[in-house]
Nanobody, 124 residues
Framework: QVQLVESGGGLVQAGGSLRLSCAAS????????MGWFRQAPGKDRDFVAA????????YYADNVKGRFTISRDNAKNTVYLQMNSLKPEDTAVYYC?????????????????WGQGTQVTVSS
């Protein structure tokens, strides 16, 4: 069983930064792509960023490109999401997920395991 535990969420003013972490259990972390999604109240779970198993290929949603950076440390079984220039519309619960394949995909159906989520609130 794979467990994913997110941390690093919180309250920040617009223009500020946060760094989310997601620690994964298990010995096969480096074999799979990882992703970050977010869900605001009353809305669907939206893709934010994804990274392939090696950390060399990344994908971003258009509305976070240039502001967010996804990275991973396979030695620590951890994936990160550095969020800069935060906006009130970035407010949501952020989830990390472990993919079913080597690459990181942009749809929730491409992921087999999910964390419990961490709240990010950006005040104006």
């Amino acid at each position: 069983q794979v467990q994913l535990v997110e941390s690093g969420g919180g309250l920040v003013q617009a223009g500020g930064s946060l760094r989310l972490s997601c620690a994964a259990s298990g010995r096969t972390f480096s074999n799979y792509g990882m992703g970050w999604f977010r869900q605001a109240p009353g809305k669907d779970r939206d893709f934010v960023a994804a990274i392939d198993y090696s950390g060399k290929i990344t994908y971003y949603a258009d509305n976070v490109k240039g502001r967010f950076t996804i990275s991973r440390d396979n030695a620590k079984n951890t994936v990160y999401l550095q969020m800069n220039s935060l906006k009130p519309e970035d407010t949501a619960v952020y989830y990390c997920a472990r993919g079913k394949v080597l690459v990181g995909l942009t749809t929730p159906s491409g992921y087999a395991y999910w964390g419990q989520g961490t709240q990010v609130t950006v005040s104006s």
